[in-house]
């Protein structure tokens, strides 16, 4: 009677672990293929906002280039000396203008996408370039002016150059060893 009972339990034992193989294999399947797609779905989520901050912050790029070039004509028709009263070149600072508000919605937009730091460049740049609109506005000689206009463009050029540099770190890509835990160890 103890082999019939052996016998028995150790069938059952295999009918059992049978059917638990059964389930638990495609309950851990199942757990892995959702850590998977979340995972994916995270990778995805990273690519597009690295795209989308790459497009707000060229557009901030974008459109210091286009003030630059309408502040430019500014500054060239004032220091012609043909420049007799604001009501005669209303038209030339409509370029200016446009360039300055669409660097404010640029500016903007890098506020929406991030990170804060970078909103915060953008919004240093925009100031920036409205200082230097701003010097050719006030009533001043030409030599005050041009010395003023100096410093502005300084300032808009660091401002530039700062957001650019805080740019690229924050589009480079991320670093492949950092994933890793702990140092790698060299085998003896």
């Given at each position: 009677?103890?082999?019939?009972?052996?016998?028995?339990?150790?069938?059952?034992?295999?009918?059992?672990?049978?059917?638990?193989?059964?389930?638990?294999?495609?309950?851990?399947?199942?757990?892995?293929?959702?850590?998977?797609?979340?995972?994916?779905?995270?990778?995805?989520?990273?690519?597009?906002?690295?795209?989308?901050?790459?497009?707000?912050?060229?557009?901030?790029?974008?459109?210091?280039?286009?003030?630059?070039q309408s502040i430019n004509a500014v500054i060239?028709?004032?220091?012609?000396?043909?420049?007799?009263?604001?009501?005669?070149?209303?038209?030339?600072?409509?370029?200016?203008?446009?360039?300055?508000?669409?660097?404010?919605?640029?500016?903007?937009?890098?506020?929406?996408?991030?990170?804060?730091?970078?909103?915060?460049?953008?919004?240093?740049?925009?100031?920036?370039?409205?200082?230097?609109?701003?010097?050719?506005?006030?009533?001043?000689?030409?030599?005050?002016?041009?010395?003023?206009?100096?410093?502005?463009?300084?300032?808009?050029?660091?401002?530039?150059?700062?957001?650019?540099?805080?740019?690229?770190?924050?589009?480079?890509?991320?670093?492949?060893?950092?994933?890793?835990?702990?140092?790698?160890?060299?085998?003896?």
């Amino acid at each position: 009677m103890d082999q019939a009972n052996t016998v028995i339990w150790a069938t059952a034992l295999g009918i059992g672990g049978t059917l638990a193989a059964g389930l638990t294999g495609p309950l851990l399947h199942a757990r892995s293929s959702r850590r998977q797609a979340q995972e994916q779905e995270t990778i995805q989520v990273r690519h597009r906002l690295r795209d989308e901050r790459r497009t707000a912050f060229a557009a901030v790029l974008d459109e210091c280039e286009a003030f630059r070039q309408s502040i430019n004509a500014v500054i060239e028709a004032r220091v012609a000396l043909e420049w007799r009263s604001e009501d005669e070149h209303r038209g030339l600072w409509e370029p200016t203008v446009a360039a300055l508000g669409a660097l404010s919605r640029a500016a903007t937009n890098v506020a929406i996408t991030g990170p804060a730091p970078m909103g915060e460049l953008a919004d240093t740049v925009h100031a920036a370039a409205v200082r230097h609109a701003d010097v050719w506005r006030m009533r001043l000689d030409l030599d005050d002016r041009l010395v003023r206009n100096g410093q502005a463009d300084s300032d808009f050029i660091d401002a530039r150059r700062q957001f650019i540099a805080a740019a690229e770190k924050v589009l480079a890509p991320p670093d492949r060893g950092a994933r890793q835990r702990g140092a790698p160890r060299r085998s003896r």
